[in-house]
């Protein structure tokens, strides 16, 4: 079960060369510079929290539990005949859990992942909607993991009638879908709305939802709880729009906002899938994240991860825990977990201190931007064999230094040990306008491949730093004292 | 008069079970049932269970 897992030995094992922006071994020579400039009070709350935090991403896992499966919104991306396409993949559905289940299921899971830092409760359906099974399952786990944090993600709808209960249950962060804040614009979204027991179509449904989120928002940043807003983007219907929704939300306190891209495969049944309406291209949800970039702060990390989801954001190890696969009561050893933030918390000192060095390195360049893709387990590193890559994540380069722009999902290229010509052309769609891949290692014949299309793939870094490595490539292929190109 | 659910169409969200002012709706095995016997259909109001209802046509008039 631990193939997608990072073991400790793969942070600790290999560190990078000390030449050139090498790190620096010492927890003691340096702050963590992820804090970036955010008072210590926030980045308290948001430093073990993969979606929250993008570098936390690197280091903690999370696991949502789907406890209460009602919902009192219909929304057009999502049809729960099934599964709500925007929080899974197709074709799995979710395990409906009580919140006894749930709580035991925590356990084991804490038990074999000490990575786990974060419990969600994330849907099927509304977490705020059916409240008292998202409150008794936080109930019963905050008695048995008391260093775990809570997150619940909700429409908003109920939220103002929860606040007091949130705040009681230690809850530092809340997720809201809100993805306009133009009633006209909702009605095209939202088909319907269920609201003290009646059923609200139309812009006087989306009218409802739109003031009750406003509410919700205000009232939990008045109680200093973090709220991420995710939206949708919906091309030809919200998307422009969302930079009114960014000020708007920013003016409201939200600390963080997640732009997601429509999913709307037909073969879902959505209504948005059924009607053709698409999805925005990778390159196109970039451009809004960009003119984004100078408002509410922005998440460009998130995986739109499935309900039931298990793991480091990016994999899923949900059909490892299902309920027939739990033991009765896992035997349950906190010291694991201990020891994994130690390590972690000397790894971050580490990693900023090869951050700094990589900023001076770039300073050097005179070139245009570049995007290159990166294949990583975690742990900030290029720690990943190209062919088991089942995403890449995507960052710019240019005198500035390397910033985080995304991720790329693709099908693993590598499957049975083979790669096909199919799965090539998966990849080569997730990478467009790439100019280089940063890799473990990669088999000459998918590197050619590569080559035959454009695209650089380089092996040369293999378990350093993501941001040394490129930084170090790109001074030397730009820098003035090219080297090598 | 009572109101049923079409047990093939019941997605087991329970959102009609706890909406419910009658108490007349509960689980049987994996999908939800509404007692006849409790059924009121909201006494002339819509009925609730078919207004919380994610699938169109999974309540009906029995």
């Known amino acids: 079960m631990s193939r997608n897992v990072i073991p400790l030995s793969s942070l600790t094992r290999i560190r990078p060369p000390q030449s050139g922006g090498g790190g620096c071994a010492s927890a003691s020579c340096g702050s963590s510079e992820g804090s970036g400039d955010m008072p210590a009070h926030i980045w308290d709350k948001v430093k073990d929290h993969p979606c929250y935090s993008e570098e936390a991403h690197h280091y903690f896992a999370r696991m949502h539990v789907a406890v209460a499966p009602a919902c009192n919104i219909q929304c057009n991306y999502c049809n729960r005949k099934y599964d709500c396409a925007n929080e899974s993949r197709p074709g799995v559905t979710s395990e409906k859990l009580t919140p006894e289940e749930a709580a035991r299921k925590v356990m084991a899971v804490a038990a074999k992942v000490p990575q786990l830092s974060v419990l969600g409760v994330a849907g099927p359906g509304d977490s705020l909607f059916d409240w008292r099974k998202t409150f008794e399952t936080f109930r019963l786990v905050e008695q048995l993991l008391p260093d775990i944090k809570f997150c619940i993600s909700t429409n908003g709808l109920a939220l103002p009638d929860h606040i007091e209960r949130i705040v009681d249950h230690n809850i530092d962060h809340v997720t809201i879908t809100l993805n306009t804040v133009d009633p006209a614009i909702g009605a095209a979204i939202y088909p319907w709305v269920y609201f003290n027991g009646k059923r609200y179509t139309g812009i006087d449904g989306a009218r409802i939802l739109h003031e009750r989120q406003m509410e919700g928002l205000e009232a939990l940043t008045a109680k200093g709880i973090l709220v991420k807003i995710n939206s949708v983007m919906i091309p030809g219907v919200n998307d422009q729009h969302l930079l009114e929704v960014n000020a708007a939300i920013k003016a409201k306190g939200a600390f963080l906002h997640n732009v997601l891209p429509l999913i709307s495969d037909p073969a879902h049944g959505t209504a948005y899938g059924l009607s053709g309406q698409r999805g925005p291209k990778p390159a196109e949800l970039k451009e809004l994240q960009d003119k984004l970039a100078g408002g509410a702060n922005l998440m460009r990390h998130c995986r739109q991860c499935r309900a039931d989801a298990v793991g480091m954001l990016g994999e899923d190890l949900s059909q490892d825990f299902t309920l027939d696969k739990l033991p009765e009561s896992a035997a349950y050893d906190p010291e694991p977990r201990r020891l994994y933030r130690e390590v972690v918390e000397q790894e971050r000192a580490d990693r900023a201190q090869a951050l700094a060095a990589a900023q001076v390195e770039v300073a050097r360049a005179l070139a245009p931007a570049q995007l290159v893709a990166v294949c990583t387990k975690g742990g900030g590193r290029i720690n990943q064999h190209f062919g088991h890559a089942k995403e890449f994540q995507v960052f710019e380069v240019d005198s500035l230094g390397v910033r985080f722009v995304g991720h790329r999902k693709a099908d693993t290229y590598c499957q049975g040990g083979y790669g096909d010509e199919e799965k090539l052309d998966v990849v080569l769609a997730a990478l467009e306008g790439i100019s280089t891949v940063f890799t473990a290692k990669i088999g000459r014949c998918p590197k050619n491949d590569l080559k035959a299309a454009g695209i650089e793939a380089i092996d040369l870094y293999p378990f350093e730093y993501i941001e040394t490595a490129v930084a170090r490539w790109y001074a030397e292929a730009f820098g003035i004292q090219t080297a090598t190109a | ?62």
């Open chain 2, 1 to 62: 008069m009572a109101l049923q659910i079409i047990a093939s169409e019941c997605t087991s969200c329970g959102a009609c079970e706890f909406e419910c002012p009658n108490a007349a709706i509960s689980i049987k095995s994996d999908v939800y049932v509404i007692k006849a016997s409790g059924c009121t259909e909201c006494d002339g109001d819509a009925p609730k269970c078919q207004a919380v209802c994610p699938v169109e046509g999974c309540i009906v008039q029995g």
